[in-house]
């Protein structure tokens, strides 16, 4: 499977972005069965978990999102979406999109989310 993450960019303290990953490369039965979902990594810092969907609709965010941050996955069109509410400055970094499937994870290119405060 390949993924291409993309919506990113800048964004004021407060405002909202979302973030759409395509995944190509994998027939729909096949994306089906794959565990979804987004992490971030800030200058200077480790990639962390954003946000998980698994397979059976099961969500899991990282403390720092819960309440600000809503992750969806579209079958039909073999995507994920992250809606992000109320950035704030420290939401800012490069956005990966992540697929998971039979202990293989595989990896996005990253999308670039700017928050001025």
């Known amino acids: 499977v390949q993924l291409q993450a993309s919506g990113g960019g800048l964004v004021q303290a407060g405002g909202s972005l979302r973030l759409s990953c395509k995944a190509s490369?994998?027939?729909?039965?096949?994306?089906?069965?794959?565990?979804m979902g987004w992490y971030r990594q800030a200058p200077g810092k480790e990639r962390e978990l954003v946000a998980v969907?698994?397979?059976?609709?099961?969500?899991n965010y990282g403390d720092s999102v819960k309440g600000r941050f809503a992750i969806s996955k579209e079958n039909s069109r073999k995507s994920v979406y992250l809606r992000m509410d109320s950035l704030k400055p420290e939401d800012a970094g490069v956005y990966y999109c992540?697929?998971?499937?039979?202990?293989?994870?595989?990896w996005g290119q990253g999308t670039l989310v700017t928050v001025s405060s």
């Open positions: 490369r994998t027939i729909l039965s096949e994306f089906n069965t794959y565990t």
């Open positions: 969907i698994t397979t059976s609709g099961t969500i």
């Open positions: 992540y697929a998971s499937r039979q202990s293989t994870d595989y």
